[in-house]
């Protein structure tokens, strides 16, 4: 057997050895991203237009789980409250226990111990003054919510007089949104009005991490497998070549 063919062959077996090992790490990723996903993060269907413009009726959005404790202002979450009608629903939260908020101050915004809340997730032509909140201290242990389409939002606005003030208690969230997965709008910006107050912004979950390793475990399979498929025509090719010869003596 000559130099040659020996260097072909290895050729050939790493390039089918290199190819397997791509196909199998693009499973582990592609797999393992769907099953870390499905883990941490729950698709949830927005009922009504409460969150416009952030959010439309239907959309489809990727709420990671988590426990109430996390919750921050700014934060959009999936909450469960029975005295509202004990049905999923997605709401801002825009204060926290120990807050002081009211709504408006002279120029029309929010304001939390104080402060007044840049808010540009609300539509161009309305203002915070569409729900109209004396100044309310929130229960410890608990979250003051607003929809982001403040004048149709049936949120903490419009149960003042109940009891804790029209705040839900923390354990009533069941997880917060991170991005709308459909139609695509991407992941959910960080609201950096609440940035200056105490605790700060939540982060943002690990959402880029999951679909990174699914798309570089999808990319891996395919691009294997069309490896593997062109290093086995070439081996076939170099074969039918060395034959030509033989065949001519």
């Not at 801002?92 to 304001?111: E, F, H, N, P, S």
């Amino acid at each position: 057997m000559s130099r040659t063919r020996r260097t072909d062959e290895g050729r050939g077996g790493l390039g089918s050895r290199l190819s397997n090992l791509a196909v199998a790490l693009g499973c582990v990723l592609f797999l393992g991203g769907f099953a870390w996903g499905a883990l941490l993060y729950q698709p949830y269907t927005v009922p009504t237009e409460s969150m416009t413009p952030t959010i439309a009726a239907g959309d489809r959005v990727l709420a990671e789980r988590i426990d109430g404790s996390e919750v921050h202002r700014g934060d959009v979450v999936v909450f469960n409250q029975e005295s509202w009608g004990d049905l999923p629903m997605v709401k801002r939260v825009v204060a926290i226990g120990g807050d002081k908020i009211a709504c408006c101050d002279d120029q029309g915004r929010l304001t939390v111990n104080g402060k007044a809340i840049d808010e540009p997730y609300l539509a161009a032509d309305a203002k915070a003054a569409d729900s109209r909140i004396p100044p309310t201290t929130v229960p410890k242990g608990r979250l003051f919510l607003l929809g982001d389409e403040r004048s149709t939002s049936l949120d903490s606005s419009v149960h003042l007089d109940d009891a804790g003030n029209g705040s839900v208690p923390r354990t009533a969230v069941a997880a917060r949104v991170d991005a709308i997965a459909w139609p695509m709008g991407g992941m959910l910006e960080r609201p950096t009005g609440f940035a200056d107050l105490p605790g700060g912004l939540s982060e943002p979950g690990p959402l880029r991490l999951v679909v990174g390793a699914i798309g570089a475990g999808a990319l891996l399979i395919l691009g294997g497998a069309a490896y593997g498929s062109f290093a086995k025509r070439g081996s076939r090719k170099q074969q039918g070549r060395r034959r030509e010869p033989a065949g001519a003596h």
